[in-house]
């Protein structure tokens, strides 16, 4: 036997082993490739769930996702629909308020819970970011002794069954008391029940129109109801008010003269501190509590977040701190509905072009069947593949300065044995469409 042969007996059999066990192995190979990219590229997922009413929402939000971007976390904002969606694969849920059910459905799915700023009724989170509420109280206190240091003060506090706004309570009350000449009247406003309050206030002043000197409100949404009262009562250059909840709104009714004072309750610190718990609840590392609150469900580690007085001293510089951090915000907002819509349509042009290309396949397979019939007396075949490029030459501001074309021309020959098997086929092919006709032929008859 020739060395040529020898040489062909040994590397066919060794080219069908790999193409038969190659195929697999890269298969094997591409599953594990494929199963490591997709355990590198998954996120860790926080899912959280704000106040719809916090006028510093937006605030809480930018703290959170700052600090989730730089560690490539992925954060769900849980709305009120679809909630099942936006809390699965989460590791940990932080809540400050919005769909109540969603606690119960986290529950059931053993996905810890980390309040903030408030604690959930009849849940036992693993912890708790809030700013100092008792703190909060006694400056509102004493900034409203700043002006006034006898009369009657009315305190307009949010829902009475809440931790937070019973701390808010306890701080004013702690201060006020202090002053025998000074009388406290408190307007509490269950959830949803704003208007309500409104309308006691203003039935309030009516009855006492000279005795009350200022008013504390608990929340921006109390002391802006409390500030339109006042200007309608023509009351707002005698009664003095002052805000718990430092925002863009009060801060600029400071500006304007018609609120004396506020709390800056640090709402972006709020959000980030939440966000570095929620890291250590899933990593399930100690959390750094500097106080713990009592609730029906026991002792709740917190995290509390010192809060300061606005004065007029100070106005200016937090004003443009919010307005700055707003700002970016809402860039950062309208940056991810841009990534959102780009993907989207990423997403349906890349699926157009699918279809695309595969109605081209289709066609080109049609096309190569029409072509694939060998004509009759056919011995040779050869095949020219010519190839043109053309090589634009651009200067610094883009314009072509030199165009250089090459053609490549190759001829190739078809090998016999396989224009023997084309031959073959093709005649198979004529032999069933020349029985498929006799067939509809007997049947017509």
């Known amino acids: 036997m020739s060395k040529k042969w020898r040489f062909l007996l040994i590397i066919i059999p060794l080219c069908l082993s790999l193409t038969i066990t190659g195929c697999s192995l890269q298969d094997l190979l591409g599953k594990n490739k494929n199963k490591t990219t997709a355990k590198k590229s998954s996120k860790p997922i926080i899912a959280v769930s704000l106040n719809e009413e916090d006028p510093n929402k937006l605030l809480i939000t930018k703290g959170i996702d700052d600090l989730a971007e730089k560690e490539d976390v992925k954060i769900n904002y849980v709305g009120q629909s679809d909630s099942e969606s936006q809390l699965k694969d989460a590791k940990v849920l932080i809540y400050q308020g919005g769909d109540a059910s969603i606690l119960q459905k986290t529950q059931s799915e053993d996905i810890p819970i980390l309040a903030l700023t408030q604690l959930p009724s009849g849940i036992k989170p693993e912890g708790i970011v809030i700013p100092d509420q008792e703190k909060t109280g006694e400056i509102m206190a004493q900034t409203l002794l700043g002006k006034v240091s006898e009369g009657d003060i009315v305190i307009l506090q949010g829902d009475p069954n809440e931790s937070g706004s019973q701390a808010l309570l306890a701080g004013n009350k702690a201060v006020l008391s202090r002053y025998p000449k000074i009388t406290i009247h408190t ?159 990423t997403k349906k042009s890349d699926s157009n072009s699918s279809d695309q290309e595969k109605q081209g396949d289709e066609q080109g397979d049609k096309g190569d069947n029409k072509q694939s019939s060998v004509p009759p007396g056919v011995e040779k075949v050869t095949e020219h593949v010519k190839t043109e490029t053309t090589r634009d030459y651009l200067d610094a501001q883009g314009k072509v300065i030199g165009t250089e074309k090459t053609v490549n021309e190759q001829v190739k020959t078809v090998p016999p044995d396989m224009l023997t098997q084309q031959k073959a086929e093709d005649k198979e092919k004529d032999t069933s469409k020349e029985q498929e006709g006799g067939t509809k032929e007997e049947s017509k008859k």
Request: proline share 4%.
């Open 187 to 345: 307007i509490s406003s269950p959830q949803g029940t704003e208007s309500v309050a409104r309308t006691n206030l203003v039935e309030f002043l009516q009855k006492n129109p000279d005795k009350v000197k200022g008013i504390l409100a608990h929340t921006d949404k109390l002391a802006a109801q409390a500030s339109e009262v006042l200007k309608q009562a023509q009351l707002d250059k005698t009664v003095s008010l002052v805000g718990g909840q430092a925002s863009i709104s009060s801060l600029q009714r400071m500006a304007n003269g018609s609120q004396i004072g506020d709390v800056d309750t640090s709402p972006y610190l709020q959000g980030a501190n939440a966000y570095q718990w929620a890291q250590k609840i899933i990593k399930k590392e100690p959390l750094e509590l500097n106080r713990s609150l009592t609730s029906e469900q026991g002792e709740i580690p917190a995290k509390v977040i010192e809060v300061k007085a606005v004065t007029p001293a100070n106005l200016s510089v937090i004003q443009k701190s919010y307005a700055k951090t707003i700002e970016s915000a809402e860039q950062a907002q309208k940056e991810k509905e841009k990534e959102k819509d780009q993907s989207s349509e």
